[in-house]
Nanobody
């Protein structure tokens, strides 16, 4: 069983930065793609960013492209999301996901395991 534990959320002002981290355990981390998704109140979970098994390919939602950066450290079994220039519309619970495959993907149905989420609140 895979366990994913997110950390790094918090309350910030618009324009600030936050770095989310996700620590994984339970199966060979470096074999699988990882992703970040978010869910705001009353909305469906939406894709934010994804990274392939070795980090050579990344995907971003248009809404965060140029502001967010996903990275991974396979020696530490962690994936991170650096969020710059945060906006109030980035407010949501952020979840990391462990994919079924090695390639980066944006479809949440292709993710097998999820963390418990971490709250990010951006005020104007």
């Amino acid at each position: 069983q895979v366990q994913l534990v997110e950390s790094g959320g918090g309350s910030v002002q618009a324009g600030d930065s936050l770095r989310l981290s996700c620590a994984a355990s339970g199966r060979t981390f470096s074999w699988y793609a990882m992703g970040w998704f978010r869910q705001a109140p009353g909305k469906e979970r939406e894709f934010v960013a994804a990274i392939s098994w070795n980090g050579d390919r990344t995907l971003y939602a248009d809404s965060v492209k140029g502001r967010f950066t996903i990275s991974r450290d396979n020696t530490k079994n962690t994936v991170s999301l650096l969020m710059n220039s945060l906006k109030p519309e980035d407010t949501a619970v952020y979840y990391c996901g462990n994919a079924r495959h090695s390639y980066a993907q944006s479809d949440p149905a292709e993710y097998e395991y999820w963390g418990q989420g971490t709250q990010v609140t951006v005020s104007s």
